[in-house]
Structures are given as C-alpha cells and as structure tokens.
C-alpha cells in the first residue's frame, strides 16, 4: 500500500506538467508559437501591406485609431493589458504671392508674400484588457478599454500688403476661410479645444502564421462622447472714420455630442509582434 502511495503521488507530480507542456504550442524548432505570460507585443496597420501586393486592393477595415501606437502585456497566457497611444504635434506653412500695392503702373510681377501657418495638437490614450480563448493557431479575443482623445487647432496669418488711409483694403490672398469680406482679414484663429472619449467593447480573432507573429482583425462597439469649447478669431480692418487699424474678436460657438455607435467603422486589421 505504502508503495502505491508513493506511486499515485509521484504521478500526481509529473502528470499536471506533462499536460501543461503538451498545451504549449511549439514550432518544429521548439520555439513557442502563442504569447505566454509576460510577453509584449506592438500592433501595426496592415492594410498597407494588402495595398503592395493589390494596388486593387480595398480592405475595408481601419486601424484602431490612425496613427495610434498600440501594445499590449500578458499577465497570462489568456489575458492581457492593451495601451494605444498617440501624441501628435504638427506645423504646417502656406505661402502665396499677392500683388503689391501701391505702384504707379500695377505689375503682376511686382509682388509680395501673403503667409498661413497651422499648428495642431492630436492626443490619444486608452487602456483596456483582452481575454483570449482558441485552439492551436487560430485565437479568439475579446474585451472592453477606455479611451480619451483631446485636439487643438490655431492659424495664424500675416500678409505682405498692410492696412493704411490710403489702402483700407489691401489685396490679400483667401486660404480658404481668413477673408470674411471686402476691407477685413483675419490675423488669427484659434478653434476650440475638443475633448472626447468613450468605452469601446470589441471582439475580434488572430492567426498565428509564424512564432510569435499574427494577424487579426476586431470589431468594436460602443458609447462614445465629444466636446468643443469656445474659440477666436481676430479680423483687423481700417476704420475709416478713426483713421486707424481696428482689431476685433469674434466667437467660435463651441458644439458637443455623444453616440453609441461602432468604434472602429468597418473594424481592424493589423499584424501583431509579440517577444
């Protein structure tokens, strides 16, 4: 009896790790093909690798928010931490050449330089965690995160031609929307600060092609908010009557909304490197 005994518990040792050993899927040259616990791994977007092989191809997916770093850490071999990330900063210059004013005999030729410069802010940050479940190569995951967005947008202008008595209205070049009308230009325009966010649920799959290496797709759902504070712009024009430049600030009413809605349109598609 005493060796039965120590037979079942010697067995009892060795049998739950042949069984976990068996679990974990090796390639032929051992290496592990799923990520394990402690593992990280960084997403990127793979509709431009569909783009290289099928100039034809339209994939109908987005990424989870473009430009958008997104990782992820296992706690375990079922369940993982996601991060998406994004801290945008941009500068963009316009130039245009406007007739100069005031010439005795007007040359088209003769000009001077009217300038647009736009500086924008994109900030991204989410949090959220995966469980996963599957068979062999082909998993199965799905899960919820958080996620905050805040942007901002200021234009600012400067032109060759200036104000005075004898021009009250200098010829001046329309980038688009910094000429409100005939004797009037804006010098600036700050557009509100827009906050978002939301929780997003998404389900979604990956196949493990090679070790450590997928590609998945996912869909998500759910609520999702927005907000614009007020903004500015300050349009200069010559007051007649005063004999001087005159500088007003007018309002941008600000707007806000929220939805429930899918929260990555068509869904996603990316490769995923784990190590």
């Known amino acids: 009896m005493k060796n039965i005994i120590i037979i079942i518990a010697f067995l009892c040792g060795i049998v739950p790790n042949v069984i976990s050993q068996d679990t974990v899927l090796t390639s032929k040259k051992g290496i592990p093909i799923l990520p394990q616990k402690g593992d990280w791994a960084i997403g990127i977007d793979a509709r431009p690798f569909a783009n290289f092989f099928n100039s034809n191809s339209n994939v109908g997916f987005n990424f989870i928010n473009d430009n958008t770093f997104f990782g992820k850490k296992f706690i375990n071999n079922n369940t993982a931490y996601r991060a998406r990330v994004r801290i945008g900063f941009n500068q963009f210059n316009n130039e245009f050449y406007s ?19 736009i500086n ?36 600012n202008y400067t032109y060759g031609n200036d104000f005075s008595m004898t021009n009250p209205n200098p010829t001046s070049h329309n980038f688009g929307h910094n000429i409100p009308g ?26 493990f092609f090679a070790p450590k290496i997928s590609v998945g797709g996912e869909f998500g759902w759910g609520p999702g908010f927005g907000f614009t504070s007020e903004g500015k712009k300050k ?16 309002k ?24």
């Open 252 to 275: 941008i009413a600000g707007s806000n909304g929220w939805g429930f809605d899918n929260g990555n349109l068509g869904g996603v598609v990316y490769f995923m490197f784990h190590f």
């Open 235 to 250: 349009c200069k024009s010559w007051d007649i009557q005063n004999n001087s430049l005159k500088t007003e600030t007018e």
């Open 182 to 207: 005939a004797g009037g230009r804006y010098s600036y325009i700050e557009d509100g600060i827009t906050f978002g966010g939301g929780i997003r649920g998404f389900l979604g799959v990956e196949y």
């Open 99 to 117: 007739m100069e004013d005031g010439q005795i005999i007007p040359d088209p030729n003769v000009t001077v330089t009217d300038k647009q410069n």
């Open 120 to 155: 924008t802010m994109d900030i991204t940050v989410g949090f959220g965690i995966e469980k996963r479940k599957g068979y062999g190569r082909l998993q199965g995951f799905y899960g919820a995160e958080v996620f905050v967005t805040v942007e901002t947008q200021n234009e």
